[in-house]
């Protein structure tokens, strides 16, 4: 019998733990010829979750857990989950039950049919702001359009791997991690399937604004440099139009003799450029920070509380 590893990121997550483990157990237990297990990976909360784990662990032989020092965020959860399975088959699958459990069967059908992985798309992002949908939407555009993997737009992280592809993912020795790329970039053939947006049990979506935006900026340095070319393009260009605009000036005062500078074309040009001299700043420093924190190696995820035999081993 082949065993499926359930690796469940939980941070603050106390109103739908329960829940989501009660509906879960009961929809895997419908599905024949695999064995389940739980990976628990509570990232530090400060509300009771690590508790209901511990209980729920205590009664489920199936059921292991780590517990982090602090918050370390999904990407760590989620890696730390990966890195200490074993099983067959691994399935990342939030704990708010948005990523609805009955599609585990439609993912194992997908494996067995030979794909490597299997993941899950949202269609609609209904129950979800406005704003928010369309912000996703350009982030989607602008990183398939810089990037050479392809993340596709509405993917979620919940999907199903094999064991070897869970093996690539680990193998990445990055620290700032972005699994929406990460998954794409190591390849193997993934089935995508959809299911519509559901809203979450209990408790509040942890993502704001600003942190969706930061998570954006993260995708993009993180599986593309575009962006560093993108500030020698500008340079190009303004630099060439700079040449053109002397020439113009140099032909303009030979024949029609000097004419008085404009103040406002001369402000104007001085705050252009210099707003793209800084914006270029800005996006080296944005990967020059990120280098900082690479070579730093600084382990993904520290771990206080586990009740796997073996600690899983960090790197
Ligand atoms: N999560 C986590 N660490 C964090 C934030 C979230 O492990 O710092 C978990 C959270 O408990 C949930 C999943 O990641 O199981 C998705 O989080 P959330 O529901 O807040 O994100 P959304 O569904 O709004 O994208
Ligand atoms: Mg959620």
């Given at each position: 019998m082949k065993t499926v590893d359930l690796i469940v990121p939980c941070y603050n997550e106390s109103g739908s733990l329960l829940l989501f483990f009660?509906?879960?157990?009961?929809?895997?237990?419908?599905?024949?010829?695999?064995?389940?297990?739980?990976i628990f990976v509570d990232d530090g909360s400060t509300d009771n979750t690590l508790e209901l784990i511990r209980g729920i662990a205590a009664e489920h032989d199936n059921v292991h857990y780590i517990s982090f020092s602090r918050n370390f965020k999904k990407e760590a959860a989620m890696y730390a989950g990966l890195k200490a399975s074993t099983?067959?088959?691994?399935?990342v699958i939030d704990a708010d039950l948005q990523h609805?459990?009955?599609?585990?069967?439609?993912?194992?059908?997908?494996?067995?049919?030979?794909?490597d992985s299997c993941s899950a798309r949202r269609v609609s992002r209904e129950g979800e702001p406005k704003i928010r949908s369309i912000w996703?939407?350009?982030?989607?555009?602008?990183?398939?359009?810089?990037?050479?993997?392809?993340?596709?737009?509405?993917?979620?992280?919940?999907?199903?791997?094999?064991?070897?592809?869970?093996?690539?993912?680990?193998?990445?020795?990055?620290?700032?991690?972005?699994?929406?790329?990460?998954?794409?970039w190591v390849g193997f053939n993934t089935k995508w399937i959809e299911f519509?947006?559901?809203?979450?049990?209990?408790?509040?979506?942890?993502?704001?604004?600003?942190?969706?935006?930061?998570?954006?900026?993260?995708?993009?340095?993180?599986?593309?440099?575009?962006?560093?070319?993108?500030?020698?393009?500008?340079?190009?260009?303004?630099?060439?139009?700079?040449?053109?605009?002397l020439i113009v000036?140099?032909?303009?005062?030979?024949?029609?003799?000097?004419?008085?500078?404009?103040?406002?074309?001369?402000?104007?040009?001085?705050?252009?450029?210099?707003?793209?001299?800084?914006?270029?700043?800005?996006?080296?420093?944005?990967?020059?920070?990120?280098?900082?924190?690479?070579?730093?190696r600084r382990p993904i995820f520290i771990a206080r509380e586990t009740n796997f035999e073996k600690e899983p081993k960090e790197k």
């Open positions: 009660s509906h879960t157990s009961e929809v895997v237990a419908g599905i024949p010829g695999y064995d389940f297990r739980f099983g067959d088959l691994a399935a609805p459990p009955e599609l585990l069967a439609d993912m194992l059908k997908a494996i067995e049919e030979g794909y996703a939407r350009m982030f989607y555009k602008i990183i398939n359009r810089m990037s050479e993997v392809e993340i596709v737009d509405g993917a979620v992280d919940y999907r199903m791997m094999t064991r070897q592809m869970v093996q690539a993912i680990v193998s990445l020795p990055e620290v700032q991690r972005f699994s929406k790329g990460i998954f794409c519509k947006n559901v809203e979450r049990i209990a408790g509040e979506s942890k993502w704001s604004f600003w942190s969706l935006v930061r998570y954006a900026i993260d995708g993009i340095t993180a599986f593309t440099t575009f962006p560093l070319r993108l500030a020698t393009i500008a340079g190009a260009c303004i630099s060439f139009a700079a040449f053109i605009y000036i140099i032909c303009t005062t030979l024949i029609f003799g000097k004419d008085t500078p404009g103040y406002a074309s001369t402000i104007v040009l001085l705050l252009f450029i210099g707003g793209v001299i800084i914006l270029s700043l800005g996006i080296i420093g944005e990967y020059l920070a990120r280098m900082y924190m690479e070579t730093k």
